[in-house]
Structures are given as structure tokens and as C-alpha cells.
């Protein structure tokens, strides 16, 4: 069943009535051909529910729905997940987010580190950043989240650092952390209804004295193995032990 998103004033439950509008409508009506009739669903991307709709009336610029039902049950995680990602080269960032997304990713923030190859002047970024949100976007509607996550614009690793201070915990896999019962122990120890921060390197990996800059804001280092992973690879790793550690259970 398709999924679009729409604001929170475009449901209107005392009608029981949704109304899409936007580019939405010229893809519900040329896209994907739907008529009178036909149902789909919707998110408000805020309180997570399900809202399934039936086309009743097309509009040239919009869409008038009836409210079937609202489902319930949240598709979300029950922690927000922040994966805090050092720039990668070439398109990666764009597998990342995508796949970030569909894991169950909160928030996805680009982090400049000192080995960074990209570098981004402020033009790029919001240029790069308005494609990686659309990349977002399309990621939640196929995997059916209740929210968008956003993507931030790129921030220094201090800044990172600041903000992961604000979270209830923080993680970093690092190649020279060996202890994989320790790692398993600080995942099986995330509850729901926490925050969990996730620093991942680019393609050289953190400076040694970024680590001990995590470290000293109590940002865990963490295993990933005895194998290497590449950038694209690693956040990911620790989204699924997450979302494995998680799904399913409530706040």
C-alpha cells in the first residue's frame, strides 16, 4: 500500500477527512493512476500513527479523502537513534542515509572530521543537504516510517560532541576497542525511551585524538569485530543491533 505524508493540518478528524496536496496530487492522479475509491496511507510525520485513507473527490490541486481508520500501533523505534556521520566520499552518504532510514535512524547528522576528504563550503552543503532530505523522505515512504528523520546541515566534530552530550548515551566503534561481551553489554543496556548517539568515521577513520575527545564527552568506544567495515557499513552495523535490541518493545 502506498504512503505519502502529509501536515497535521491536513487531517482533520472532526471530519474525518484527509486532503492532500502538492506534488502529492500529480503523483496519486498521473504516477500512480489511483481513482475514486482506492486507499492509501498516510502520516502526519509527528505522533507516528497510520492514518489509511479512501479517495472520495479529485481536485486539479488537491485530493479530498475519507478517514477510514487510524492504526495505532507505532512503527517507530522506541529511542530516537542520532547517527552522527563523518563525510564520506563520492555518493556514500546517500546509501547511508537511505539505509539509515529504513533501519529506523531519528536523525542522520554530517560530521566534518579531520580526515575528512570532503569539504564542503556553505553553498554545497545546503545544495547536498536538500538532496540527502529528499533521499530521507523517499526512504520513509518506502519503508513505511511515521516520521521523516531529518538530515542536519554538517557540523565540526565539536559541535557533534556538543550535541551527543545532550543524549543518553553515546557510541563509537573504534578498531582498536577488542572487548565484543563489553559491546554487547552496552547495547543489551539501551532501554526504550532513551537516546542513543552514533559516531562514525569517513573512509580514514577518527584521529586518535578525536577518540579520546569522545571519550572524555563519555562516548563509548565499541567493536564492530574482528573484520574492518567500511564507513557505509559500520553505522548501519549499529542501527540493527539496535533496532534488534529494541523492536518491539515500548516506553
Known amino acids: 500500500m502506498y504512503q505519502f505524508f502529509v501536515g497535521p493540518e491536513q487531517i482533520h478528524m472532526d471530519l474525518k477527512q484527509v ?5 502529492d496530487v500529480n503523483h496519486i492522479k498521473n504516477v500512480l493512476r489511483m481513482r475514486i475509491g482506492e486507499e492509501f496511507a498516510v502520516s502526519n510525520g509527528v505522533d507516528g500513527r497510520e492514518y489509511r485513507c479512501g479517495i472520495k473527490e479529485m481536485y486539479e490541486d488537491s485530493i479530498l479523502c475519507d478517514l477510514l481508520f487510524v492504526k495505532e500501533d507505532a512503527v517507530e523505534l522506541p529511542s530516537k537513534i542520532y547517527l552522527f556521520q563523518g563525510l564520506p566520499k563520492a555518493d556514500k552518504m546517500e546509501l547511508i542515509i537511505q539505509k539509515a532510514v529504513e533501519l529506523g535512524a531519528y ?13 564542503l563550503d556553505a553553498k554545497k552543503a545546503k545544495s547536498k543537504v536538500e538532496r540527502w ?3 530521507a523522505e523517499a526512504a520513509a515512504k518506502q519503508s513505511k516510517r511515521g516520521i521523516i528523520p531529518k538530515v542536519t546541515m554538517p557540523m565540526s566534530f565539536k559541535q557533534a560532541l556538543e550535541l551527543a ?11 582498536m576497542a577488542e572487548d565484543m561481551p563489553k559491546t554487547r553489554e552496552m547495547i543489551e543496556a539501551i532501554k526504550p525511551g532513551q537516546s542513543v548517539g552514533i559516531f562514525i568515521g569517513p573512509e580514514g577513520g577518527f584521529a586518535t585524538e578525536e577518540i579520546e575527545k569522545a571519550m572524555a564527552a563519555e562516548v563509548m568506544p565499541i567493536t564492530l569485530g574482528k573484520r574492518i567495515l567500511r564507513t557505509e557499513t559500520a553505522g548501519l552495523t549499529v542501527i540493527a543491533w539496535i533496532m534488534y535490541q529494541l523492536e518491539g518493545k515500548s516506553i
Open 165 to 175: 552530550n545532550t543524549l543518553d548515551m553515546g557510541l563509537i566503534p573504534y578498531e
Open 133 to 135: 532530505q529528499a533521499i
Open 107 to 119: 536523525q542522520v547528522i554530517p560530521v566534518e572530521t579531520s580526515r575528512c576528504v570532503v569539504k
Open 19 to 23: 486532503v492532500i496536496t502538492g506534488s
